[in-house]
Structures are given as C-alpha cells and as structure tokens.
C-alpha cells in the first residue's frame, strides 16, 4: 500500500521540544522532494519546511528556520522535522507531503501526496 505515515505528535510544554516522523511504504523517499505542512484550528494550510531531490532545505519564515530541522533518512525511508523551542502558537495538525518541487518558502508544490496528519499542542 503506497502512503505516508506521521507520528510523534503530542502534547509538549511550551520551549519543549518533539520530533514528528513521516515513514513512506510502497515507494522510496530517496530524491523526492517533501515538505511538512501545519494547519491550525481556523486556519488554511501552510508550508513550514521543504526537502528537495538534493536535500537541501528552506523553511518558511526566520523563527521557523531556527527553531525546526527538516532531515532524510533513506535507510529508514522516513523525513523527519525536530522541532525545538515550540511555542503555542506552533499548536497544529502537522502533514508531510511529497510533491514535485520545493517553492523556496518551506512548501512543496505540485502533485501533492499527503499523510494523514499528526496533532501537535504546545500548551503549559
């Protein structure tokens, strides 16, 4: 069966930390560009990291880029986002998807395949 699987999702302190994961079955992550997206209660969908075919990274806005680390794993087939120093309002469903290319602005774009979603909430 050909999916994207998220996990580790959770409720975390604010200035916690977490590492979602985004495992592929029945293709290979290697060289496909990916990205993780997050949708908050009430709001659109946005991108917040992209991984392209070469794995270089671009995230969506300056806070995101030091505080999130989008990485490969290929002997795993699975991306990973760590995310550090969360704050309330990183509070969200968070998505992985593949897709053509990365945008430069931390989305992937194009042919999207998406997961199911894992819930993050940054509460104390």
């Known amino acids: 069966q050909v999916q994207l699987v998220e996990s580790g999702g959770g409720l975390v302190q604010p200035g916690g930390s977490l590492r979602l994961s985004c495992t592929a079955s029945g293709f290979t992550l290697d060289y496909k560009p990916i990205g993780w997206f997050r949708q908050a209660p009430g709001k659109e969908r946005e991108g917040v990291a992209c991984m392209d075919s070469v794995d270089t990274s671009t995230y969506s806005t300056a806070s995101i880029e030091g505080r999130f680390t989008i990485s490969r794993d290929s002997g795993e087939n699975t991306v990973y986002l760590q995310m550090n120093n969360l704050e309330p309002v990183d509070t969200a469903v968070y998505y992985c998807?593949?897709?053509?290319?990365?945008?430069?602005?931390?989305?992937?774009?194009?042919?999207?395949?998406w997961g199911q979603g894992t819930q993050v909430t940054v509460s104390s």
């Open positions: 998807a593949t897709g053509q290319y990365c945008s430069g602005y931390g989305s992937v774009v194009d042919n999207l395949f």
